[in-house]
């Protein structure tokens, strides 16, 4: 809730008018049966039309005033609301910047996204509707109980009554519905994580013929939704009828006690009128006090759970060197790195060690899951080794600035990430300050001049979100472009030709090797072809370092290497291969 009042305290004027003006609309409420009564009183117990006349057009009035007291109220209370919401997203998001790869697995994906849309949108209305009824429901309330009491002591004894027990009847009810509404918006998180995963997989589903099991499974999550939501609304259900139960009774009560005191001259009709009215203001007020106090519960909900965002910070100490740049690129140092995602979990990397001179190329090959896009995920410090050292130019990469370290690395990732807008837009995200020949020097080193040149739009190619009107191939090109573009000192190409055929992915290598000169370039892959020439490689298996050579040394010495190889090359073409090392 601080940090919800810190927010607030940026429109403290709006914040205190909202609920002011509310408080105007309902003191017109107030005095409005007391008019009434004395127009039926006066007015038609006189039969004096003018009177009638003269307390209508007040009554107007009153209520004119009434409607530009609430517009300018609910102005005020949408403003602050709005502004909240904004201001609390855009934080929200910046932080969300701030922490860690590790940090943002533990959280998923889909939670964060709820929390910046779904929960924010909660507290937002939350703001709103308390800032219009937090005052003027127990100001009303409270008015319309004393009001009825200058009218007629004893008749008013019901009102002592009734709203004792309408508050037991709503508050009984609020604190039964408060923990199956978070149980409620638990499920809804589910549900949104079932659609995400769905939806970025839909290709995947319809390949494996899945679609009705994946339906039967939503099916399933919004059945228990659709369960949850109706006995809550079963519960909440209830409040209507009891309360009118309980202000009717209320009302009886009115009419009994002041008919007999109406009899008796003691009461006038017009009072009696007054105090069915003051009943029914206060019954309106509870029903909203209730409907209020349910939203506030949502939206405290939703805050605890955008709050649980903010309180998590980045532990990770940002370095305070520069990035040492060399003439040759980058030489790179694992010294017995060890690597795990999750606490207790096993290690992804184990004792890792070597290194790599600067201006040369490092291949990094390995089954499936071995741990190839771990270990170069942690040279941009994306994640922190748990032992060990990760040292560039013989610096920690925990010593040096991360926006230094990462401004000298291009990371191309596995799976390309393409943003809508231009082609030239996406180019920039390499190097802001780029030219066009820059650009298109990048381009016909990815092997991507040719594709973009028959689009004929130029550099001012339009890319939809996720690159979707680009095929596989074409996405991995731009993105290894845009690395290139930055210029870095040291390249890292995690598995990125993955879709590229066995030609254009030779002259792809074939291009960095002869225009990227004097950089330190990285190739992770699961291709020989795509490692073999490299000065040195590394086989991972199992988040272990199997070997390490060039191609001759481990075809001679390293098994897993040599099993690899056979998995991909022709018996004659390895004897070739430990032919020429010995030679």
């Known amino acids: 809730m601080k940090r919800l009042m810190s927010y607030l305290k940026q429109h403290m004027a709006a914040t205190i008018c909202a609920p002011l003006f509310k408080m105007l609309e309902a003191t ?3 005095i409005v049966p007391l008019i009434v009564a004395k127009m039926i009183d006066i007015g038609i117990g006189n039969h004096d039309v003018s009177y009638i006349l003269r307390n209508g057009a007040l009554l107007f009035l009153l209520g004119f005033i009434g409607l530009a007291a609430s517009i300018t109220a609910q102005y005020f209370a949408a403003k602050v609301a709005t502004s909240t919401s904004t201001m609390m997203r855009n934080d929200l998001y910046e932080h969300i910047q701030t922490l860690s790869w590790k940090q943002i697995d533990s959280i998923g994906t889909s939670t964060l996204i709820t929390r910046m849309t779904s929960d924010i949108n909660t507290v937002q209305n939350g703001v709103n509707m308390f800032l219009r009824l937090f005052l003027r429901s127990p100001f009303v309330v409270l008015g319309a109980m004393i009001l009825a009491f200058t009218v ?10 009734v709203i004792p027990v309408l508050l037991c009847i709503i508050f009984t009810i609020i604190l039964i519905t408060m923990p199956l509404n978070r149980n409620v918006q638990a499920q809804l998180d589910k549900i949104l994580r079932k659609t995400r995963e769905n939806l970025l997989g839909v290709r995947v589903v319809r390949a494996f013929n899945q679609q009705k099991r994946e339906t039967d499974t939503f099916d399933h999550e919004t059945d228990l939704l659709y369960k949850k939501q109706i006995h809550v609304g079963k519960i909440s259900a209830l409040l209507n009828p009891m309360t009118y139960v309980v202000i009717n009774l209320g009302i009886v009560a009115i009419l009994w006690i002041g008919g007999g005191r109406v009899n008796t001259g003691a009461l006038t009709q017009g009072s009696i009128t007054a105090l069915v009215n003051y009943m029914t203001q206060i019954l309106t007020e509870l029903v909203k006090l209730a409907n209020l106090i349910i939203l506030l519960s949502r939206a405290i909900a939703s805050m605890n759970r955008v709050d649980d965002v903010f309180r998590m910070q980045n532990t990770r100490v940002d370095g305070t060197d520069a990035f040492l740049e060399g003439t040759d690129g980058a030489s790179i140092n694992f010294d017995h790195v060890t690597f795990a995602y999750q606490e207790g979990a096993s290690p992804a990397l184990e004792d890792i060690t070597f290194h790599a001179p600067a201006g040369t190329t490092l291949g990094i090959i390995g089954g499936t899951g071995s741990g190839k896009s771990t270990l170069v995920n942690l040279l941009p ?9 990760v040292s560039i130019n013989g610096k920690d990469v925990r010593e040096i600035r991360e926006k230094d370290l990462r401004s000298h690395i ?5 799976k390309a990430v393409l943003f809508q807008g231009t082609l030239r837009d996406n180019m920039k995200w390499g190097n802001e300050e780029a030219s066009d020949e820059q650009i298109y020097k990048a381009l016909d080193i990815a092997q991507a001049r040719e594709f973009v040149d028959q689009k004929s739009e130029g550099l001012d190619l339009p890319i939809e979100q996720e690159g979707r009107n680009l095929s596989g191939g074409q996405k991995q090109r731009l993105t290894i472009a845009r690395a290139v573009v930055r210029n870095p000192q040291v390249l890292i190409l995690d ?3 993955s879709a590229l055929d066995f030609a254009t992915d030779a002259k792809l290598r074939k291009a960095i090797h002869s225009e990227i000169s004097r950089r330190t370039v990285i190739l992770v892959s699961q291709r020989v072809s795509t490692i073999r020439s490299a000065d040195q490689i590394l086989v991972l298996d199992d988040g272990r370092l199997a070997g390490s050579g060039n191609h ?8 897993i290497y040599r099993d690899i190889c056979a998995s991909q090359m022709t018996p004659e073409e390895i004897a070739s291969d430990l032919k020429g090392g010995e030679q």
């Open 381 to 389: 410090r994306f994640y922190n080794p748990d032992n060990g050292t």
């Open 28 to 30: 017109f409420e107030l």
């Open 152 to 161: 007629d002591v004893p008749t008013a004894v019901s009102f002592a009554i």
């Open 495 to 497: 598995d990125s030709a």
């Open 552 to 559: 001759y040394e481990l075809l001679k010495n390293c098994g």
């Open 410 to 414: 291009g990371l191309v990732p596995q």
